[in-house]
């Protein structure tokens, strides 16, 4: 008689980084993803640094999760960004114009610093659920996305399976960068409306 030894998986480790203006809601789409919560109450972040074991795509992955702190300006990249950073969240709040017009600056910066168009970079329109409050249409979101050449995701980070989501498109974004995946991922557009502007399902992944 003879037994099949079962192989032992093992985990892939790979750093993420949020980067965005102030304000715009990083902290909280972080500490949704790791930690299945939303803080009550903003506090300025310096800089944090998150770990969560996640698995997809029938992988295991121990993710360290950058979140930065928020610049007006961004002359200086963030030092913790500058090495290994497997790709990127580039957040921005669809009722701060501000924050949406200076994430050309911050998607150069990082090609500048990594010198490398490829890398994966996801555009998140965050507080989606604030429709009465818009500023940036998800057209103009789209548009960034297109001349980035990054997948573009509204959410809001009040909703835990939105945020997920979106982590995991960086991730299957990562392994097909890699040829760890077969690619492309889904081109269909995932959207949801109802009547109401202010209802989270008005949001999109595309």
């Known amino acids: 008689m ?3 030894a ?16 102030p304000h715009v809601g990083k902290s909280s789409i972080v500490q949704r993803f790791t930690q299945n919560m939303f803080p009550d109450r903003y506090e300025t972040t310096i800089e944090d640094q998150h770990t969560k074991h996640h698995t997809a795509f029938h992988r295991d992955f121990n993710l360290r999760v950058t ?24 957040v921005y709040a669809i009722d701060d114009r501000k924050s949406f017009d ?18 994966p970079i996801i555009i998140v329109g965050n507080k989606c659920d604030l429709g009465t409050q818009r500023v940036v249409q998800q057209e103009e979101g789209k548009e960034l996305a297109k001349q980035c050449e990054a997948k573009f995701v509204e959410i809001t980070a009040r909703e835990t ?3 997920n989501e979106v982590f995991e498109l960086l991730l299957r974004e990562i392994e097909i960068s890699r040829g760890n995946l077969r690619g492309p991922p889904q081109q269909q557009t995932k959207e949801q409306t ?13």
């Not at 079962?6 to 203006?21: F, H, I």
């Not at 961004?74 to 913790?80: A, D």
């Not at 200076?102 to 890398?119: A, L, Q, T």
Request: neutral net charge; glycine residues 6%.
């Open 102 to 119: 200076i994430c050309s600056s911050i998607y150069e910066k990082i090609i500048s610093v990594y010198g490398d168009p490829s890398i």
């Open 67 to 90: 979140d930065t702190a928020g610049q007006q300006e961004y002359t200086v990249f963030p030092r913790s960004c500058s090495l290994d950073v497997a790709g990127f969240l580039l």
């Open 2 to 4: 003879s037994s099949t």
């Open 161 to 163: 399976n939105r945020v």
């Open 6 to 21: 079962t192989q032992p998986r093992y985990s892939l480790n790979r750093k993420v980084a949020v980067m965005g203006y």
């Open 194 to 206: 109802s009547s109401d502007p202010n209802d989270p399902k008005n949001c999109v992944i595309s």
